[in-house]
């Protein structure tokens, strides 16, 4: 992993109306939200979605396609939002803030994409202090203006109140964590260890634990941080990242021992979670 020094692009708020849909979009940049108001839902290219209501913290990785969709019966709907590097690298092109956003494929621009990295942000955490979450974000704003390396000095401010939310979303991770119902963590454990094959039957998990469906997928994203798909996910790709590089097997075997249906299906997901396709990661670790 490239040395981590956060630096801030920018950082808004962004106000939607109701039933509003933004279609297809990319972000280049790792991103973090906190719903203001109202909710809304994110929709990915593989059919998952994310419900998002207010008092909601929100992480996007660079690359991932995916839709807003703001609930129609909703409150007005705002998002304070920052984009952000992990490691600081030029990009000459982004003047405006719609720069480091794609939404078109047509119009997709490799070279700004950023890696995107594994740091241990959960996918989306609930927040109690809407208060004091807010006023973390305002603390960063830029104004709409884009940050480069040549705003500085003038850039150390929010640069510094960002680094203190990365601490504060981090120290609220681990508080979540440490917390986690057991019943929640029950089934963590049998991801854990059965991670692969086809995804699980998340009503008889409901079942098992004598929720609906509707309450187990809330309660595992607010002690998880990601949905039940994505976390099996997750587990799966961790899972092949050891055979990967502590096996001489192929990513072909690989792929079908976790339930990929094929290796392009496995190599796409493997880069969007590791940032690296499943052969260069198996070339680095025997580098180290």
């Known amino acids: 992993m490239a040395s981590i020094y956060p630096f801030v692009r920018f950082s808004i708020r962004v106000p939607i109306r109701p039933e509003t849909r933004f279609a297809y979009r990319i972000c280049y940049v790792p ?17 998952a979605f994310i419900r998002l209501p207010a008092g909601t913290l929100f992480s996007l990785k660079p690359g991932i396609s995916h839709t807003w969709e703001v609930d129609p019966d909703s409150p007005p709907f705002a998002f304070l939002c920052v984009f952000f590097e992990w490691s600081y ?15 078109s494929a047509e ?7 950023d890696e995107p990295l594994d740091t241990g942000i959960p996918e989306c955490l609930t927040v109690d202090a809407h208060g004091y979450w807010k006023g973390l974000f305002e603390a960063v704003s830029t104004d709409y203006n884009v940050l480069h ?8 401010a929010i640069n510094g109140h960002f680094q203190l939310l990365l601490h504060q979303l981090y120290q609220l991770a681990r508080r979540k964590n440490d917390a986690t119902d057991p019943r929640i963590a029950k089934i963590k454990a049998y991801m854990d260890m059965n991670a692969g094959g086809e995804y699980g039957d998340i009503d008889l998990w409901a079942e098992t634990l004598g929720l609906s469906r509707g309450h187990f997928h809330a309660l595992f994203s607010t002690h998880t941080g990601f949905t039940p798909k994505r976390y099996w996910n997750r587990r799966r790709i961790d899972k092949a990242r050891n055979d990967l590089s502590g096996t001489n097997d192929s990513v072909t ?3 079908e021992r976790y339930g990929f249906s094929s290796v392009h299906a496995f190599t796409k997901l493997f880069r969007q979670t590791v940032g690296i396709s499943p052969t260069d990661y198996r070339k680095q670790s025997r580098l180290i």
């Open 253 to 255: 075997v690989i792929a």
């Open 107 to 113: 119009k997709h621009d490799p070279e700004m994409l």
């Open 31 to 47: 991103s973090l939200y906190f719903i203001e108001s109202g909710s809304a839902r994110v929709l990915y290219e593989d059919g």
């Open 149 to 156: 390396h040549e705003n500085y000095p003038e850039s150390l």
């Open 89 to 103: 690298r030029p990009k000459p092109m982004a003047k405006v803030t719609g720069d480091l956003l794609c939404l």
